[in-house]
């Protein structure tokens, strides 16, 4: 079962979130047929997502990391809620980009260093909090690094990885996000400085050791203290009720065009690829409703 894990300094200075994840990523692999750098990227991105949300107060509460660069992979696209799952996808999911020299996916020229990272806060208020910043890299970690520097100005280390095997299995995921907290010394903020110059191989360390024992160890300059523990999985919300009221949405000649020229709709989930079909009768149905 992957795992999310919350700690704090003993100084409340830094706050750690860090997760294994080689499940969740192995799914979405599977789910949506990635090629090994769609498989790096959005193993990452989705990663980072459910990182990013560990602090959302709501299990309603909903953040959205989108990437669009100007490689292959058109965007990438991911939702984490506030219980610990985690959807997304790729808009080419099967391109194919040449792996690095030492044999790695590339996931960098998957995405394109050139684009934009766009966060999406939604806590159920009027309207959502929408923030972006240029992508550095296209390698997602230090993209959203950048995005805390520039935009929220919170000094922050993140770390992602998604390893492959042979076979191009996930064989390790994982990350880690480290932040300084309000009101940090200087002092305290130079430990921070100097772990990022050296920052730990995260899925290297997964291979052979607990999250726990990563964090006692690779981290021992913070003192982390675990405040807790949870799962996260990847799993779609959609559902037949939530399609409908996309539907309803659409003009009525929209929907009388699928009627005269389908005889009906079938509408595919972006996030799981899930099927829901419409005949005549129940779109007509929908035009009622809309009146
Ligand atoms: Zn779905």
Redesign the pocket.
């Known amino acids: 079962m992957d795992q999310i894990l919350r700690a704090i300094d003993k100084n409340y200075s830094f706050r750690l979130f860090f997760i294994q994840s080689d499940n969740l990523v192995e799914e979405a692999k599977q789910i949506h047929g990635l090629s090994r750098s769609a498989t790096v990227a959005l193993g990452r991105l989705l990663t980072a997502n459910l990182l990013l949300a560990a602090d959302l107060k709501n299990t309603e509460d909903r953040l959205t990391l989108q990437m669009r660069g100007n490689g292959p992979s058109g965007f990438l696209v991911t939702t984490a809620d506030g219980s610990g799952h985690v959807?997304g996808y790729a808009d080419q999911p099967e391109a194919k980009v040449a792996d690095k020299k030492n044999g790695e996916p590339d996931a960098g020229a998957y995405v394109g260093k050139e684009g934009t990272f766009v966060l999406i806060r939604d806590y159920g208020m009027k309207e959502p909090y929408t923030a972006h910043s240029p992508l550095v890299t296209g390698e997602i970690a230090e993209d959203i690094a950048a995005y805390y520097y520039q935009t929220e100005k919170i000094p922050t280390a993140i770390s992602l990885g998604v390893q492959l095997n042979e076979d191009d299995s996930v064989k390790t995921a994982g990350g880690f996000f480290l932040q300084a907290m309000p009101g940090v010394s200087e002092e305290e903020l130079g430990k921070l400085e100097d772990f990022i110059k050296t920052l730990p191989d995260i899925t290297a360390l997964l291979e052979v050791h607990t999250p726990e024992e990563i964090i006692r160890t690779a981290f021992a300059a913070f003192e982390m203290d675990i405040l807790d523990t949870s799962d996260v999985s990847y799993r779609?919300?959609?559902?037949r009720e939530k399609v409908e009221d996309a539907l309803t949405s659409l003009h009525k000649d929209e929907i009388e065009t699928m009627i005269k020229e389908d005889g009906g709709a079938e509408v595919v989930?972006?996030?799981?690829?899930?099927k829901y079909a419409f005949s005549e009768t129940d779109l007509r149905q929908i035009i009622e409703n809309r009146n």
């Open positions: 959807k779609c919300d959609c559902s989930c972006h996030f799981c690829n899930k």
